[in-house]
T-cell receptor, first 113, second 115 residues
């Protein structure tokens, strides 16, 4: 199993550009999450999904959109990039059940200039 | 609402000496608690988890943590630090069964290990 994979690893965007961060998991997990990590801070939840076709906002959703058409994929869309979105983005997943342990991808480092 | 506070933003120890990283939590029910480690420019790796079984939890690389409900604490310890332990450590609480198991992260503690 590859686990949770994210692409790209690094990206530089100009202000106002758009991009999609890809996230795929091969563990058949129902739950998937997107976080951002700003320097010196913990992770903050952007969006999450409890299954295909179901998504909901987290703590910091403004400026982002998500979709979940399959169990495996959970892309994060930035429509109009702003410098405040410069961050490291982590995707995570977990299975159904009461463990609540999440499995993280390696992250995407995004810079908006 | 659940929350977690890591009491030290930076901890410095000498190699071979004990490590103590402190974490207090707030939860309205019996929480699930985790410690994750993040090495520089890497993703997050689970060190250990507490899910209402034994209060003393053993994790990878010699780390352990004790759940103390009366003190609402979940401190991380290791008897002898190794240079490879230098990293960022996050204490995390799950918002549990009433919601969707979202994780709430502490601010992180940077562990420095001196030779």
């Amino acid at each position: 199993n590859a686990g949770v994979t994210q692409t790209p690893k690094f990206r530089i965007l100009k202000i106002g550009q758009s991009m999609t961060l890809q996230c795929t998991q091969d563990m058949n997990h129902n739950y998937m999450y997107w976080y951002r990590q700003d320097p010196g801070m913990g992770l903050k939840l952007i969006y999450y999904s409890v299954g295909a076709g179901i998504t909901d906002k987290g703590e910091v959703p403004n400026g982002y959109n998500v979709s979940r058409s399959t169990t495996e994929d959970f892309p994060l869309r930035l429509e109009l990039a702003a410098p405040s979105q410069t961050s490291v983005y982590f995707c995570a997943s977990r299975p159904q059940g009461l463990s609540y342990e999440q499995y993280f991808g390696p992250g995407t480092r995004l810079t908006v200039t | 609402a659940q929350s977690v506070t890591q009491l030290d933003s930076h901890v410095s120890v000498s190699e071979g000496t004990p490590v103590l990283l402190r974490c207090n939590y707030s939860s309205s029910y019996s929480p699930s608690l985790f410690w994750y480690v993040q090495h520089p420019n890497k993703g997050l790796q689970l060190l250990l988890k507490y899910t209402s079984a034994a209060t003393l939890v053993k994790g990878i690389n010699g780390f352990e943590a004790e759940f103390k409900k009366s003190e609402t604490s979940f401190h991380l310890t290791k008897p002898s630090a190794h240079m490879s332990d230098a990293a960022e450590y996050f204490c995390v609480v799950s918002d549990g069964p009433l919601n969707t198991g979202k994780l709430i992260f502490g601010q992180g503690t940077t562990l420095q290990v001196k030779p």
